[in-house]
């Protein structure tokens, strides 16, 4: 991770659907890269927020949980498509029942779990139905 650029090591990506962008070709990254595959030496990248917007492209429902997560089960863990084109691995919020593949859904901002000796909580990203 040493050649992260400095700007995205104060942006940190755990807690924002932060990520880059190709200026020269319009290719987005997440996780975010900081070379263009496309455009080699001549891409330019530069920081970019992803709207936190897409679709399920496929899920699968987990019952069981990892120490510390068992009052969360059965949960779905979705690849989601974000609009800008990156997949990713995540946690949708919902029924299970009504969670489908090419379903729309948005960010939301969640406590993953906590600590409860050191009580250290620990947040990141997960996705609720965009009408939700
Ligand atoms: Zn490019």
Same mark, same amino acid.
């Given at each position: 991770m040493s050649s992260v650029p400095r700007f995205w090591r #104060?942006? %940190? #990506?755990r807690y924002n659907l932060e990520g880059t962008r190709c200026k020269e070709c319009g290719e987005h990254f997440y996780p975010p +890269?900081?070379?263009?595959?496309?455009? +080699?030496?001549?891409g330019h990248i530069e920081p970019y927020k992803f709207k936190g917007t897409g679709k399920i492209i496929s899920y699968t429902i987990i019952h069981t949980a990892a120490e510390g997560f068992e $009052?969360?089960?059965?949960y779905t863990l979705a690849i989601i498509q974000l609009d800008e084109g990156p997949r990713l691995t995540s946690q949708v919020i919902g029924d299970p029942e009504k969670i489908h593949i090419g379903m729309r859904v948005r960010s939301v901002f969640r406590?993953? %779990? @906590? $600590?409860? @000796? %050191? %009580?250290m909580i620990y947040y990141g990203t997960k996705f609720v139905p965009e009408d939700a």
């Open positions: #104060s942006i %940190g #990506s +890269r900081n070379f263009c595959v496309n455009c +080699r030496r001549v $009052d969360q089960t059965p406590k993953l %779990g @906590e $600590d409860g @000796e %050191g %009580g």
